[in-house]
């Protein structure tokens, strides 16, 4: 703070955005730096300490459904955490992990959320993670439909009445 004391509010807004706009391709710049090693079908990452990382897709009920870099070691909850975390409505006691060549997995969130256990889930790259929206939530965000749809129906039994 002490460097835009003397900066105009309009001049701050300015450096705002540029430092905003610097973090944000820094951030993004530290995924590219990341250091690719193949491991026969599959690809992992390293960063310059040796952490490795690798992709996984989080799709369904998230706020930024997408392909994210993950920690080998990440939970669930943290992975959710960066598609902007599950959005109000879905369904987290029904988490399904869809993984290449293998079964889908049910996950139960929310039972690890109530107890705390950690659970023995070992992700691997282009895992898909898909979190569905419950029934009572879609009806809701489709509200305006419905209502049109009714209106319409009770418009048409007036006139078939008469």
Not at 19 to 34: C, D, I, N, R
């Amino acid at each position: 703070m002490m460097i835009l004391e003397g900066i105009t509010i309009k001049n701050r807004f300015f450096f705002s955005i540029v430092f905003l706009l610097f973090g944000l391709s820094f951030s993004q710049e530290s995924y590219s730096k990341l250091n690719s090693i193949t491991i026969p079908g599959s690809e992992y990452y390293t960063d310059e300490l040796g952490s490795v990382y690798f992709y996984v897709n989080i799709l369904g009920h998230v706020k930024n459904p997408g392909s994210y870099p993950i920690y080998e070691k990440s939970d669930l909850l943290s992975i959710i955490s960066q598609a902007g975390g599950p959005l109000e409505g879905a369904k987290l006691n029904k988490i399904i992990l869809y993984r290449k060549n293998s079964k889908k997995i049910n996950i139960n969130l929310e039972s690890y959320l109530d107890s705390g256990e950690q659970s023995n889930l070992d992700f691997k790259p282009n895992d898909t993670i898909y979190l569905e929206q419950s029934l009572g939530s879609y009806l809701m965000t489709r509200s305006s439909i419905i209502s049109w749809t009714l209106s319409l129906l009770n418009i048409y039994l007036t006139k078939t009445n008469n």
